[in-house]
């Protein structure tokens, strides 16, 4: 149980366009989904926190008219970048709260952007 | 601010060695310590906890030990094996943060067979 799925596990765009990614908990609901970044070697990043049926919640720094997030059911949130450029290529993971504090995470998307 | 630091970035060890994997943190209010691994271009999995009024857990073949005197935290892995090289993350969460993970900045282990 607990699956966490991405889709779709990569995608190659061109600068100025927009990507989306889905996160869905497949076999569970979750009130609560994570988005984090990470780049080549380094750890895991929380860019912001997405909760259903509310706005997500952004980490400092983390510029939320680009990185757009909706959690519309208890199953389902997205990340679309908007504009994307180069500097915005890294490995996007999302994760979704359990009953209590655990987080299931996601294989992750990786974005190329050329 | 908070933060969870390890002190090594790489490890190697032989397969069969234990293999003792560190963490420091400075938030004293973390509720839950975690570990997880994390394969190469893969999303992290979890592998222990614990919580903050604990000093040791085990599972299999993984220990985890808290000290929580000198903020640190340790995995021990036992008879390691080629399947466990990967990137190790310690994180933490503090309940009132809305179980918000904070996490290290990670341990690549390597076991040579």
């Known amino acids: 149980g607990a699956v966490v799925s991405q889709h779709p596990s990569w995608v190659i765009c061109k600068s100025g366009t927009s990507v989306k990614i889905e996160c869905r908990s497949l076999?569970?609901?979750?009130?609560?989904m994570f988005w984090y970044r990470q780049f080549p070697k380094q750890s895991l990043m929380l860019m912001a926190t997405s909760n259903e049926g509310s706005k997500a919640t952004y980490e400092q720094g983390v510029e939320k008219d680009k990185f757009l997030i909706n959690h519309a059911s208890l199953t389902l949130s997205t990340l679309t970048v908007t504009s994307a450029h180069p500097e915005d290529s890294s490995f996007y993971i999302c994760?979704?709260?359990?009953?209590?504090?655990?987080?299931?995470f996601g294989p992750g998307t990786r974005l190329t952007v050329l | 601010g908070e933060s969870v630091g390890l002190h090594l970035p790489t490890l190697s060890v032989q397969e069969g060695d234990n293999s003792i994997i560190n963490c420091a943190y400075s938030?004293?209010?973390?509720?839950?310590f975690i570990w997880y691994k994390q394969e190469s271009g893969k999303g992290p999995q979890f592998i222990i906890d614990i919580r903050s009024n604990m000093d040791k857990r085990q599972g299999q073949r993984v220990t985890v030990l808290l000290n929580k005197t000198v903020k640190h935290l340790s995995l021990q892995i036992a008879a390691t094996q080629p399947g466990d090289s990967a990137v190790y993350f310690c994180a933490s969460l503090s309940e009132t943060s809305g179980s918000r993970l904070t996490f290290g900045e990670g341990t690549q282990l390597t076991v040579n067979p």
């Open positions: 938030n004293s209010a973390s509720d839950y």
């Open positions: 994760s979704a709260k359990g009953l209590w504090w655990e987080q299931f």
């Open positions: 076999d569970f609901q979750a009130t609560t």
